[in-house]
């Protein structure tokens, strides 16, 4: 059973389109993460879901009701901004209580949710304190509660960890996903940041100038990149694509065996002491692993090795991959079989 569906939906402005016919299936417990560059077209999907932008075409259904239509209010979702927008002068059990206040639900109720809520996030003892007196990651926890709070079963997120440190944004990327299985919620959640995608999601959604370039799970994301964009997104470093004529890799004579495009191989795939001669062009040390920048024939590749490997540039090394690491791709960009 499908929570959120979106059939066909176009975005439009003007002569701007945010959205090109996108259709997706989000199930029912799941962690969803809709990645992709800034532009893509995420968050105006989420909006979309959420009923704060209206669909120029096409249907959304949520718990296969027919929503397309609906003010966010009747939609049945909760929704985490990036901005946390919590109100400075009201206190953190304000903050959470806002919304069953405006809903007039009785207040025994409204303060027994409060209190299950501030429990589940950790924030008993903080109900009286303001937003300037929380730490980043509590006011997170605060906006987190006052979605949970209404007891919505669909929760949306837009980038809500991207004002946090690199450390604790890690910590929280754990939290949400273990409250997120413990509560059975559906989560649709907005990134940038491949990271927060590959450590979280059941399911992503991986967006580009308004359409869907691949639905898949992490792994298979990775390891079975659709088409180029994808290939190059996924991944640090990001996948080689090296121009291919006649079966060998532009401008020299190593042969591949395929008449596609592109070659695609992560530099993790590639090791040294092979048959592909190359040139160190650069290198990056980055402790555990060291990053070398070579060039084979006309192209360049980048290979992830030891850190403990001791080159310079300007030197002569040989490379080799596993057959089964090798993808290739159309002249159009997509995955051949």
Not at 138 to 146: E, F, K, N, T, Y
Request: with cysteine.
């Amino acid at each position: 059973m499908s929570s959120i569906r979106l059939v066909s939906v176009t975005k439009q402005w003007a002569s701007t389109k945010g959205l090109d016919g996108i259709s997706l299936d989000i199930a029912e417990g799941s962690f969803c993460v809709l990645l992709g560059p800034s532009g893509c077209g995420k968050s105006t999907t989420l909006r979309v879901i959420a009923g704060l932008e209206s669909a120029s075409s096409g249907q959304v259904f949520v718990n296969e009701r027919d929503v397309t239509a609906l003010p966010p209010a009747q939609r049945g979702i909760a929704m985490v901004f990036q901005n946390y927008a919590l109100f400075p002068h009201m206190t953190v059990a304000d903050n959470i209580g806002f919304g069953l206040s405006v809903r007039k639900v009785p207040k025994t109720e409204r303060e027994q949710r409060l209190r299950e809520t501030a429990a589940l996030l950790g924030l008993d003892q903080l109900l009286e304190r303001k937003p300037s007196q929380l730490s980043g990651g509590q006011q997170q926890r605060v906006a987190l509660g006052r979605a949970l709070v209404a007891q919505a079963k669909i929760c949306l997120m837009d980038e809500p960890l991207s004002n946090l440190d690199a450390q604790l944004r890690q910590e929280m990327r754990h939290e949400l996903r273990e409250l997120q299985l413990r509560l059975g919620l559906t989560v649709v959640y907005v990134t940038h940041d491949q990271a927060e995608a590959m450590s979280m999601a059941d399911q992503v959604v991986l967006l580009n100038k308004g359409r869907i370039e691949q639905t898949a799970a992490p792994r298979q994301l990775y390891a079975m990149p659709a088409t180029t964009f994808a290939a190059r997104f996924i991944g640090t470093p990001a996948m080689n694509l090296l121009k291919l004529e006649q079966g060998h890799i532009a401008g020299s004579s190593v042969h591949v065996g395929h008449g596609g495009a592109t070659l695609g191989v992560r530099p993790e795939a590639i090791t040294l002491g092979g048959d592909v001669p190359a040139q160190v062009s650069s290198l990056e040390y980055l402790g555990s692993d060291l990053v070398l920048r070579c060039a084979v024939g006309s192209e360049q590749i980048t290979v992830r090795t030891d850190g403990r490997c001791e080159l310079r540039a300007g030197e002569q090394v040989q490379l080799r991959w596993p057959r089964q690491e090798q993808h290739f791709f159309d002249a159009a960009g997509s995955r051949l079989d």
